[in-house]
């Protein structure tokens, strides 16, 4: 039973452009929500979050939006750069102690 | 991911063998998740630690795996008797405060291997 879903394991963009990353949840206990990036034969690196009682945060080029009454949740990326081309995992968690629970990951490349 | 030291970078066992996996959080931190990931999958969780003690244990698989997190030293995952489906890359993340709340941390992993 997958609670977090990225159902694009893979999405190209050029360069200037916005990056769109989705993720869906089905745990209506969730109210902590992350992306992570992930370069290859390295671990995850924190991007952004986001808890329930916002539906935006900006950091830089990153914006996170979620949508509460769809469990839906998003990463803006823009302008994406060659460099952002990497493995992109959300990851949602419950209040208190619950482990963060991770989607398949999408692997986006940005083409110059 | 500087701070979050995990050791071997690669391990390469044969079946029957044991693997330990070792793990030292970010300075300050006494807070440790141990997370797998399968090839073309995500993250899964499978263990959570404080200082000699575990926390959540309920993603780890009831036979040959243990986690401890002694008063001194890293935390160690332990696999024994490996079989093949074990091949997998172990990531270990830290956080200063419960993880509810709190970003976690990885290191680059243990990419193990069992032939």
């Known amino acids: 039973d997958q609670q977090v879903k990225q159902n694009s394991p893979s999405l190209s963009v050029q360069e200037g452009r916005i990056s769109i990353l989705n993720c869906d949840y089905t745990?209506?206990?969730?109210?902590?929500f992350l992306w992570y990036k992930k370069y290859p034969a390295e671990g995850p690196t924190f991007l952004i979050s986001?808890?329930?009682?916002?539906d935006k945060n900006e950091d830089g080029r990153f914006t996170v939006f979620l949508n509460k009454s769809a469990k839906h949740l998003s990463l803006h990326i823009v302008p994406s750069q060659p460099g952002d081309s990497a493995v992109y995992f959300c990851a949602a968690s419950a209040s208190g102690n619950t482990p963060l629970v991770f989607g398949k990951g999408t692997r986006l490349s940005v083409i110059a | 991911n500087a701070g979050v030291m995990q050791n071997p970078r690669h391990l390469v066992r044969r079946r029957g063998q044991e693997a330990r996996l070792r793990c030292s959080p970010m300075?300050?931190?006494?807070?440790v998740y141990w997370y797998r990931q399968l090839p073309e999958e995500g993250l899964k969780f499978m263990v959570y630690l404080q200082k000699e003690n575990i926390i959540d244990e309920s993603g780890m698989p009831k036979e040959r795996f243990s986690a401890e997190f002694p008063k001194e030293g890293p935390s160690i995952l332990r696999i024994q008797q490996v079989v093949r489906g074990d091949s997998a890359a172990y990531f270990c993340?830290?956080?200063?405060?419960?993880?509810?709340?709190?970003?976690?941390?990885f290191g680059n992993g243990t990419r193990l291997t069992v032939t």
């Open positions: 300075k300050g931190h006494s807070h």
């Open positions: 993340a830290s956080s200063a405060a419960v993880q509810g709340y709190s970003p976690l941390h």
């Open positions: 986001i808890s329930s009682i916002k």
């Open positions: 745990n209506s206990m969730f109210d902590y």
